[in-house]
Each structure stands twice: as C-alpha cells, then as structure tokens.
C-alpha cells in the first residue's frame, strides 16, 4: 500500500528565507503526489499535484516540487517565505481511490 | 460553486452521548471519503462512498461509527456512544468520478471533543 513521509513536525524559517519541507513517499508504482495545506481555522487547500506529467510542479502561493523518482521523494520548497505562509502543511499519495496523508509539518515564519 | 460543506464545524459531548457530523459535497461529485485527525497525529482514511454505497470503510475504529449515505448526495457520519478517544477533526472530501488525478476537495472540518 503507498503511504508517505514527512520529516520534521515543525519546521521554523525567517521572513525571506528559503522553505523546504519534505516528503518522501513509498508506493508499488508512480503515484499520484500532492502537498496541501491548512490554515489556522480553515480546511486543506490543494497546493499543487504531481499526475506523472512534468517532476516540477509549480503550485500556488509561489511554491512547487519537484518528484524524484530515484529518491521516492516530493519535497515542497518556495524560494521566500512570507508570514502568511505559516500553515501546516499535508503531503499525501494516492494510486486510485484514497489518499493517504503524512503527519503534516507545521511551518512557523519569524520576522 | 459551493465547496464541500461540514456540520457542526464544533461540536462537545460528553462520553457516552450521540454525535451526529455532516456532509454536503460539492455537486455531482461522486466519490465523497471521510478522513479524521486526532490532535497531533496524521490525518487518517476513515471510508470512501461512491454514490450511495461504500467502496471502502477499511478506516473505520469500531461499530460505534456508522456512516451513511442515503441518495448518493450528503453523507452522516454518527459516533454512538462516543469515547474519549473520538476527538479529533472530521474531515470530508469529494471528488468527480471523472477526475483520475485523484485531487480532493475538502470540507473545513468538523472538530469533535468528548468530555
């Protein structure tokens, strides 16, 4: 069964910096990959999605990710963090019917 | 177009009470799944419903939880009695039949806490 990976719980970056969260996925076959994410008080949003077309995925809110096969990995980056991007974010993988989810990491942006 | 919509969006019982949590998918969306997430933990797959009938309900705890899904539209999910261990967030999600991507389209959740 495919399932993914996120490392680190909590990721903490300043205003400007480089985000990088990770997510390596396990799967039989190519899945289908996604990252979303969560506000506070709000429900998940579809950041971007990996169906086996281009390994970068541009996403909304500036960021993308890029699926490597050789490494099971999909890790989300964005070039320059902004407060409003604190959020916890979702990896997850699915090969048909259901997505299954990481544990999700909680990105925090300082000033 | 409306999204996926969830009832209550907050919800406290005591243990032993009856919850009952909504869903609306969005319109025409046939394949309508229920996932939760107990504080801090992943967000797991609880079932999945085509239309009416469940594809899948491998995630579900225990006969406590009863989902259903009368008419292919709007689904329930009752916890009766409820534990301690039910808290945690309810979330919905739809998706067209059409779509092979596998995309979801969630609910902003339903938060549960038994007291």
């Known amino acids: 069964a495919q399932s993914v990976t996120q490392l680190g719980s909590h990721v903490s970056v300043s205003e400007g910096a480089l985000v990088l969260l990770r997510c390596n996925y396990s799967s039989s076959v190519p899945p289908y990959l996604f990252w979303y994410v969560q506000y506070p008080n709000q429900g998940l949003q579809l950041l971007l999605k990996?169906?086996?077309?281009?390994?970068l995925v541009k996403g909304i809110n500036g960021f993308e990710a890029e699926f490597k096969k050789s490494e099971t990995s999909f890790h989300l980056t964005k070039p320059s963090a902004h407060m409003s991007d604190a959020a916890e974010y979702f990896c997850a993988v699915t090969l048909s019917a259901d997505m299954r989810f990481g544990a999700g990491t909680r990105l925090t942006v300082k000033p | 177009e409306a999204g996926v919509t969830q009832f209550p969006s907050h919800s406290v019982i005591e243990k032993g009470q009856t919850v009952t949590l909504r869903c609306d998918p969005i319109?025409?969306?046939?394949?309508l799944y229920w996932y939760r997430r107990v504080m801090g933990k992943e967000i797991k797959f609880l079932l999945h419903f085509v239309k009416e009938s469940k594809q899948d309900e491998s995630g579900m705890p225990n006969n406590r939880f009863l989902a259903e899904r009368t008419g292919g539209t709007y689904s329930t999910l009752k916890v009766q009695p409820a534990e301690l261990e039910d808290s945690g967030v309810y979330f919905c999600?739809?998706?067209?039949?059409?779509?092979?991507?596998?995309?979801?389209?969630f609910g902003e959740g339903s938060r549960l806490t038994v007291l």
């Open positions: 319109s025409g969306h046939d394949n």
């Open positions: 999600a739809s998706s067209h039949w059409a779509d092979n991507t596998g995309e979801l389209f």
């Open positions: 990996y169906t086996s077309a281009a390994t």
